[in-house]
């Protein structure tokens, strides 16, 4: 069967370029001065072995970060950067992840704690490895790289060869196993990154005698006994020698086998011959320390391709396969990082078989220029990883100081827009945060459409889909329909006795006009029929005489809406109420867009320096707006006798709009402990009115701390999907996380934390 031949034959091409990626990066968690934590593995994550992301390997103190398989390097390495973000932000201030495979300062055996599972079974097999292996060796970490080929490829061989398809599954995965250790020196010598350990690492006194290229993948690295020898010619044989192993004593289960290339997709490898291979575990890779995430996405592509070019060629021997590939690997990990690879012209033979695979199967051009990048590391052992990393440790002269350094960097760099996650940055914030806060609570996590803001969760085989954040299955289709309608909305809580403005609806200017002697010196709100965010809004609260602002307020409001609203301007505070499953779980006060004075700058300068706070932005990638500078904020100034080159006396406040929206500028302030509970009930009553789970209630509200009455308030209006970001990171009080409960509505049966 010659794979190249077939696909090439029968325009397999496409077949061949899909395939499934998944990542497991385990990394030690370690302290400020580069020690490794003695703390548990962190509660906030729950129970680790049901966490489909967050785990732990061997100790406490070990993370291991699981991303789900994807189609392409880029969302392979999104997820895991997401995961790496999650983890960053959830462990405790003096906390890093370490970003080499080795910690470089080694605790004393005693204070290395094995991984406390729920299930006692292994607590007990790590208990067993201790004895075996000792505790060091399995505090190196590193990078596993799971690789599927298509399934629908491999029918398709099936087909054409008359072979059943679990055969074509295990003869292909077989040959790519032995491939794989045949090759695999080049991805050592390319990626290997551990070139020196504490000297109680070695506990049995025998160490290299100068640096490494990889300790991990040498015989020093976390490896089986000797005697140990696993043949991967047939499947058959492959099964009965690790069987025998556990069978005799000499592994105690069949996870103890620790190559560098693992079956998988069955609970027992004796199912195979039934089932198939499904897909391959590579267990090779050194963390990269200049990678924050332990891999870059052109490395995760770089092996990609280096693994189907291994399924595309014919294998040289096939009984000489497994014996070379161990010698020429254990060679290359022990040798200088700064040394030529003696087997240079084997090296440049497999990447230019790699660039004649990614020109006969079309793929892109940024391929072959990946694969002259490793030919030039090829021939120049200084521009590869190991010998960076060592470069560095003879700069410092101590690797705890190196990669802390880089632990540092990753972790600033995580928590620098602390309100965002940089994978998903091209997302509005509300939806960020619930994907954020899935990923920390074991909920699966896929966009779905990342344009449209709709992303698919997943929890112990249930699925739930939002949108924009808080649109959920929980809410009927009329619900939206309601609020997006300001009249309708206004008739359906008038007739529930609540207080809404009274006003007229107009469809031109000229309609809006005949209504200008009914509300001229009156305060009023014009606002489209239909909107959100508050476009198009203005308010004269007290009232205006001039019929060239109150047209230009109506132009306004047309741009946003064929029909517009005038409404009287009820007096008081504005407050947005957060109502989700019949229980108000946040209130903000929304300060219009304002600058105070201090007797020097410009309004236009203040707003210049304002707008300078990082968290000011677009409000959906930001939790606030930068305020503007146009015809409506010049109107409203003028309104107050002002204009953008007035200076303002110290402490005067200047307001750039009348509407609060954060969406225009606006500041937001958190009063949920401070708002009189009636107020809460009657939001609760709004939402329900609206038949809605989760609804943004505006009120107008003479004082919070009152007890509602008939007049003391007034419903401005409700907003279906109402913005989340603004009560989670406030421009002052306490945040609302109100993504969790969004999730807590979505999955009751979780403990959402």
Same mark, same amino acid.
């Given at each position: 069967?010659?794979?190249?031949?077939?696909?090439?034959?029968?325009?397999?091409?496409?077949? !061949?370029?899909?395939?499934?990626?998944?990542?497991?990066?385990?990394?030690?968690?370690?302290?400020?001065?580069?020690?490794?934590?003695?703390? *548990?593995?962190?509660?906030?994550?729950?129970?680790?072995?049901?966490?489909?992301?967050?785990?732990?390997?061997?100790?406490?103190?070990?993370?291991?970060?699981?991303?789900?398989?994807?189609?392409?390097?880029?969302?392979?390495?999104?997820?895991?950067?997401?995961?790496?973000?999650?983890?960053?932000?959830?462990?405790?201030?003096?906390?890093?992840?370490?970003?080499?495979?080795?910690?470089?300062?080694?605790?004393?055996?005693? *204070?290395?704690?094995?991984?406390?599972?729920?299930?006692? !079974?292994?607590? $007990?097999?790590?208990?067993?490895?201790?004895?075996?292996?000792?505790?060091?060796?399995?505090?190196?970490?590193?990078?596993?790289?799971?690789?599927?080929?298509? %399934?629908?490829?491999?029918?398709?061989?099936?087909?054409?060869?008359? $072979?059943?398809?679990?055969?074509?599954?295990?003869?292909? #995965?077989?040959?790519? +196993?032995?491939?794989?250790?045949?090759?695999?020196?080049?991805?050592?010598?390319?990626?290997? +990154?551990?070139?020196?350990?504490?000297?109680?690492?070695? =506990? @049995?006194?025998?160490?290299? =005698?100068?640096?490494?290229?990889?300790?991990?993948?040498?015989?020093?690295?976390?490896?089986?006994?000797?005697?140990?020898?696993?043949?991967?010619?047939?499947?058959?044989?492959?099964?009965?020698?690790?069987?025998?192993?556990?069978?005799?004593?000499?592994?105690?289960?069949?996870?103890?086998?620790?190559?560098?290339?693992?079956?998988?997709?069955?609970?027992?490898?004796?199912?195979?011959?039934?089932?198939?291979?499904?897909?391959?575990?590579?267990?090779?890779?050194?963390?990269?320390? !200049?990678?924050?995430?332990?891999?870059?996405?052109?490395?995760?592509?770089?092996?990609?391709?280096?693994?189907?070019?291994?399924?595309?060629?014919?294998?040289? *021997?096939?009984?000489? /396969?497994?014996?070379?590939?161990?010698?020429?690997?254990?060679?290359?990990?022990?040798?200088?990082?700064?040394?030529?690879?003696?087997?240079?012209?084997?090296?440049?033979?497999?990447?230019?078989?790699?660039?004649?695979?990614?020109?006969?199967?079309?793929?892109?051009?940024?391929?072959?220029?990946?694969?002259? &990048?490793?030919?030039?590391?090829?021939?120049?052992?200084?521009?590869?990883?190991?010998?960076?990393?060592?470069? $560095?440790?003879?700069?410092?002269? %101590?690797?705890?100081?190196?990669?802390?350094?880089?632990?540092?960097?990753?972790?600033?760099?995580?928590?620098?827009?602390?309100?965002?996650?940089?994978?998903?940055?091209?997302?509005?914030?509300?939806?960020?945060?619930?994907?954020? @806060?899935?990923?920390?609570?074991?909920?699966?996590?896929?966009?779905? %459409?990342?344009?449209?803001?709709?992303?698919?969760?997943?929890?112990?085989?249930?699925?739930?889909?939002?949108?924009?954040?808080?649109?959920?299955?929980? *809410?009927?289709?009329?619900?939206?329909?309601?609020?997006?309608?300001?009249?309708?909305?206004?008739?359906?809580?008038?007739?529930?006795?609540?207080?809404?403005?009274?006003?007229?609806?107009?469809?031109?200017?000229?309609?809006?006009?005949?209504?200008?002697?009914?509300?001229?010196?009156?305060?009023?709100?014009?606002?489209?029929?239909? =909107?959100?965010?508050?476009?198009?809004?203005?308010? !004269?609260?007290?009232?205006?005489?001039?019929?060239?602002?109150?047209?230009?307020?109506?132009?306004?409001?047309?741009?946003?809406?064929?029909?517009?609203?005038?409404?009287?301007?009820?007096?008081?505070?504005?407050?947005?109420?957060?109502?989700?499953?019949?229980?108000?779980?946040?209130?903000?006060?929304?300060?219009?867009?304002?600058?105070?004075?201090?007797?020097?700058?410009?309004?236009? &300068?203040?707003?210049?320096?304002?707008?300078?706070?990082?968290?000011?932005?677009?409000?959906?990638?930001?939790?606030?707006?930068?305020?503007?500078?146009?015809?409506?904020?010049?109107?409203?100034?003028?309104?107050?006798?002002?204009?953008?080159?007035?200076?303002?006396?110290?402490?005067?406040?200047? #307001?750039?709009?009348?509407?609060?929206?954060?969406?225009?500028?606006?500041?937001?302030?958190?009063?949920?402990?401070?708002?009189?509970? /009636?107020?809460?009930?009657?939001?609760?009553?709004?939402?329900?009115?609206?038949? +809605?789970?989760?609804?943004?209630?505006?009120?107008?509200?003479?004082?919070?701390? &009152?007890?509602?009455? +008939?007049?003391?308030?007034?419903?401005?209006?409700?907003?279906?999907?109402?913005?989340?970001?603004?009560?989670?990171?406030?421009?002052?009080?306490?945040?609302?996380?109100?993504?969790?409960?969004?999730?807590?509505?979505?999955?009751? $049966?979780?403990?959402?934390?």
């Amino acid at each position: 069967m010659i794979i190249k031949d077939i696909i090439i034959n029968n325009n397999l091409e496409e077949l !061949f370029a899909n395939v499934k990626i998944g990542i497991e990066k385990e990394g030690q968690r370690v302290l400020e001065n580069g020690e490794v934590t003695k703390t *548990d593995h962190p509660k906030i994550f729950g129970i680790r072995h049901e966490h489909p992301y967050i785990q732990t390997d061997f100790a406490e103190s070990q993370v291991e970060l699981i991303t789900t398989p994807e189609n392409n390097e880029k969302d392979v390495l999104r997820i895991l950067n997401a995961i790496h973000e999650v983890t960053l932000k959830n462990l405790p201030k003096d906390e890093y992840i370490w970003p080499l495979s080795i910690p470089a300062i080694l605790p004393n055996e005693e *204070d290395i704690r094995v991984a406390q599972f729920e299930k006692q !079974f292994d607590v $007990e097999y790590r208990e067993y490895l201790v004895k075996k292996y000792g505790k060091y060796k399995q505090m190196v970490s590193g990078i596993h790289y799971n690789f599927q080929l298509d %399934d629908m490829l491999m029918e398709k061989i099936a087909e054409i060869t008359g $072979e059943d398809i679990v055969t074509v599954k295990n003869d292909v #995965y077989l040959k790519l +196993a032995r491939q794989f250790l045949r090759y695999q020196w080049l991805l050592i010598y390319l990626l290997g +990154a551990s070139p020196l350990a504490e000297n109680k690492y070695f =506990t @049995d006194g025998i160490k290299p =005698t100068d640096f490494v290229r990889s300790l991990r993948t040498s015989r020093y690295g976390y490896v089986n006994d000797d005697d140990i020898k696993v043949s991967y010619s047939s499947l058959e044989r492959y099964i009965k020698d690790i069987t025998g192993y556990v069978e005799n004593k000499q592994l105690i289960a069949e996870k103890e086998f620790y190559s560098s290339v693992r079956f998988r997709g069955a609970d027992t490898i004796k199912k195979f011959p039934d089932q198939g291979i499904k897909y391959i575990e590579f267990r090779l890779f050194d963390l990269n320390p !200049f990678a924050p995430f332990g891999i870059l996405e052109k490395d995760i592509r770089f092996v990609h391709l280096f693994i189907k070019t291994l399924v595309w060629l014919e294998e040289v *021997d096939k009984n000489t /396969s497994e014996s070379l590939g161990y010698e020429y690997s254990e060679n290359v990990a022990l040798s200088h990082p700064m040394e030529k690879v003696k087997y240079e012209e084997e090296g440049l033979w497999l990447l230019n078989q790699m660039k004649d695979m990614v020109e006969k199967v079309g793929l892109l051009e940024s391929d072959i220029n990946l694969i002259d &990048e490793k030919i030039e590391e090829l021939k120049n052992p200084e521009l590869t990883i190991g010998a960076r990393l060592l470069k $560095e440790y003879q700069k410092e002269n %101590d690797m705890a100081k190196v990669g802390m350094k880089l632990a540092r960097m990753y972790k600033e760099d995580a928590l620098r827009e602390y309100y965002s996650l940089s994978a998903y940055s091209n997302m509005e914030l509300s939806t960020q945060a619930v994907i954020e @806060d899935a990923i920390k609570n074991g909920i699966k996590v896929t966009v779905i %459409d990342e344009n449209d803001q709709f992303i698919r969760l997943e929890s112990n085989g249930r699925v739930e889909y939002v949108k924009n954040g808080n649109m959920t299955s929980k *809410d009927s289709y009329i619900s939206p329909l309601i609020m997006e309608n300001k009249v309708v909305t206004k008739k359906v809580l008038a007739e529930k006795g609540l207080r809404v403005p009274k006003g007229y609806e107009v469809s031109s200017l000229e309609e809006a006009l005949q209504k200008f002697n009914y509300i001229k010196n009156k305060p009023i709100v014009i606002k489209p029929k239909s =909107t959100n965010f508050g476009l198009g809004i203005t308010i !004269f609260k007290n009232g205006t005489s001039s019929v060239e602002n109150y047209s230009k307020a109506i132009e306004f409001a047309l741009k946003e809406d064929k029909d517009i609203l005038i409404e009287e301007f009820i007096e008081g505070t504005e407050y947005r109420f957060f109502v989700i499953e019949g229980k108000t779980e946040a209130v903000l006060l929304r300060v219009p867009a304002n600058v105070v004075g201090d007797g020097k700058h410009t309004i236009r &300068e203040l707003v210049e320096q304002k707008n300078s706070d990082p968290l000011r932005g677009d409000a959906k990638k930001t939790p606030l707006k930068k305020i503007e500078l146009g015809e409506i904020e010049k109107l409203q100034l003028s309104e107050q006798g002002l204009n953008f080159d007035s200076i303002l006396a110290k402490n005067e406040v200047a #307001y750039l709009r009348e509407n609060s929206n954060i969406s225009t500028g606006g500041d937001s302030v958190d009063m949920t402990d401070e708002v009189h509970e /009636s107020y809460k009930e009657l939001a609760v009553e709004i939402a329900d009115a609206m038949m +809605a789970k989760v609804c943004g209630v505006d009120l107008i509200i003479s004082d919070i701390k &009152e007890e509602v009455n +008939a007049t003391n308030y007034g419903v401005i209006e409700a907003n279906f999907n109402p913005m989340m970001m603004m009560h989670i990171y406030p421009h002052s009080g306490k945040s609302r996380r109100l993504s969790l409960n969004v999730l807590k509505m979505l999955f009751p $049966e979780k403990n959402i934390k």
